[in-house]
């Protein structure tokens, strides 16, 4: 893994005028004086933002590194994840459906009556209808979006390894099933606005509803999915993770195509981060300190709807894809995983990958024109004048990405630079379009992703070491047969 020369982002010290000319990659692992915290999370139930800490020089956290490389896989642990879940003894369930009860009337006193779940099995079987009315209408928007693609040998090929993909990590994807619906830390499909799929989920670190918690630090994330397979869901690994070490995880769901273009997505994502801004404290969150991280596609977005929203503040009106408002300097951090900066560049990669530029163009239009460039945060940020207004921005991309390719972040990265906005870039060596936020955790062990993104908000660097979800070489041969 290397970091590029332009790392200036605030969980880092800045470079002072004695410090040496940086070479434009430098090996992650050179000795520093920045401090590192090891969290050792081997079962869930002892990670709730509470985790006894050590804290060591890099020498000692490299070794920690190649020593919880990976974590062996145990029935026992499944067994643990599951049946936890059926258990009432780790939530006050009175306190909870009081606090909810009071947090629903204040977010939802415009759109109708909310209902609290009496019990557990309830909570689950509401959330489970739910989430089955949206797989329905995603089906129906799925049959619609065959007839751009077509029945070709690429999309059925790519079916076919998508479902290996998902057998073969079934034993991890099982266990998320179980958190997903039974878990209490999970508050599923919270509207954040009255138009279609504008529902976000929460994930709460354990002991979130005891009142001496105090705050936590926000972190919004927007899934990827190729602008048409995106769903909130994706981002349970994820929200799962950060929720252990205190982390109050938001996960937005939006419109795709064909149900919407790429405006709508912008307007979905927007509205769900003004949401956030405005009511996460009546969750626990802390409005203060609210960090945004989006995923291939949802890098895009994110990305975007931060440049406009800082653009917009300087004066500019009528820019499209920047409703409603919000405050861009409310935000403390931005992260992009494996995103997708540069869509004029890329569009004939992604035809040749099977989003043809029938689809393509489609998704990208705007006033019965494709607007390509206005849509690429690339292109966006040239001559951008709003750097003072732009929160501290990591990339986050795989050497072995053949979706979204290494050098669109690059470019997006040096674009940053010349702008004049706090930019670092991390290069993960032999990673893949979704191996940092699939497969990774799903084998345990150390977790690059995360690592990075609890450094940000944590304010210094962190290891995590996580347990396996899944043996091992079924993950290796999932990897293998992975179709993004």
């Known amino acids: 893994m290397h970091m590029t020369a332009f790392t200036n982002n605030r969980f880092r010290p800045a470079p002072s005028p004695n410090d040496p000319v940086i070479a434009p990659f430098v090996d992650d692992n050179c000795n520093n004086s920045i401090p590192v915290k090891i969290l050792e999370t081997v079962h869930e139930e002892h990670s709730n933002g509470y985790t006894h800490t050590n804290v060591t020089d890099d020498a000692t956290t490299s070794s920690s590194r190649t020593q919880t490389k990976s974590s062996n896989f145990s029935f026992k642990q499944v067994r643990r994840n599951i049946t936890k879940q059926f258990s009432l003894d780790d939530?006050?369930?009175?306190?909870?459906?009081?606090?909810?009860?009071?947090?629903?009337?204040?977010?939802?006193?415009?759109?109708?009556?909310?209902?609290?779940?009496?019990?557990?099995?309830?909570?689950?079987?509401l959330g489970f209808l739910r989430t089955l009315s949206d797989t329905f209408l995603i089906a129906r928007l799925a049959i619609r979006l065959m007839s751009y693609l077509g029945v070709g040998g690429t999309w059925v090929f790519k079916a076919i390894r998508l479902c290996m993909y998902t057998w073969l990590l079934m034993p991890g994807f099982a266990q998320m099933f179980f958190f997903y619906f039974l878990s209490s830390r999970v508050i599923r499909s919270v509207p954040y606005g009255k138009k279609p799929r504008q529902r976000l989920d929460i994930y709460v670190p354990k002991h979130h509803w005891k009142s001496n918690d105090g705050l936590r630090p926000v972190v919004i994330y927007v899934t990827g999915g190729a602008w048409t397979i995106g769903y909130k869901a994706w981002g349970s690994l994820l929200g799962r993770r950060l929720s252990k070490h205190g982390c109050l995880v938001c996960c937005l769901d939006y419109r795709n195509f064909p149900q919407g273009t790429i405006v709508d997505m912008l307007e979905d994502v927007n509205t769900g981060i003004n949401?956030?801004?405005?009511?996460?404290?009546?969750?626990?969150?802390?409005?203060?300190?609210?960090?945004?991280?989006?995923?291939?596609?949802?890098?895009?977005?994110?990305?975007?709807?931060?440049?406009?929203?800082?653009?917009?503040?300087?004066?500019?009106?009528?820019?499209?894809?920047?409703?409603p408002r919000w405050d861009p300097t409310k935000i403390r951090g931005l992260v992009g995983v494996?995103?997708?900066?540069?869509?004029?560049?890329?569009?004939?990669?992604?035809?040749?990958?099977?989003?043809?530029?029938?689809?393509?163009?489609?998704?990208?239009?705007?006033?019965?024109?494709?607007?390509?460039?206005?849509?690429?945060?690339?292109?966006?940020?040239?001559?951008?004048?709003?750097?003072?207004?732009?929160?501290?921005?990591?990339?986050?991309?795989?050497?072995?990405?053949?979706?979204?390719?290494?050098?669109?972040?690059?470019?997006?990265?040096?674009?940053?630079?010349?702008?004049?906005?706090?930019?670092?870039?991390?290069?993960?060596?032999?990673?893949?379009?979704?191996?940092?936020?699939?497969?990774?955790?799903?084998?345990?062990?150390?977790?690059?992703?995360?690592?990075?993104?609890?450094?940000?908000?944590?304010?210094?660097?962190?290891?995590?070491?996580?347990?396996?979800?899944?043996?091992?070489?079924?993950?290796?041969?999932?990897?293998?047969?992975?179709?993004?």
């Open 275 to 323: 949401w956030v801004m405005q009511k996460i404290s009546h969750y626990g969150g802390d409005p203060e300190q609210v960090y945004l991280v989006g995923q291939s596609c949802g890098a895009q977005l994110c990305s975007l709807t931060t440049l406009l929203q800082a653009e917009i503040a300087t004066g500019r009106k009528h820019i499209f894809g920047g409703t």
């Open 338 to 484: 494996s995103g997708v900066y540069n869509c004029a560049d890329l569009r004939q990669h992604f035809n040749q990958r099977g989003l043809y530029y029938s689809l393509f163009d489609r998704i990208m239009n705007f006033q019965g024109k494709t607007q390509l460039k206005a849509l690429s945060p690339t292109y966006v940020v040239h001559g951008a004048r709003y750097a003072h207004l732009m929160p501290p921005v990591l990339l986050l991309h795989g050497t072995r990405d053949t979706c979204a390719p290494l050098h669109n972040a690059t470019q997006f990265a040096k674009a940053l630079l010349g702008a004049g906005i706090q930019v670092s870039m991390k290069v993960y060596d032999g990673e893949t379009h979704t191996s940092p936020l699939v497969e990774n955790p799903m084998r345990g062990g150390t977790d690059k992703l995360m690592d990075d993104v609890l450094s940000m908000v944590k304010g210094q660097e962190v290891v995590t070491v996580q347990y396996s979800l899944c043996p091992g070489f079924l993950v290796s041969l999932a990897a293998w047969v992975c179709p993004f």
């Open 91 to 125: 939530f006050d369930w009175d306190a909870a459906k009081e606090r909810n009860e009071q947090i629903e009337q204040i977010a939802l006193n415009d759109q109708g009556l909310y209902t609290v779940p009496e019990g557990k099995l309830e909570k689950a079987w």
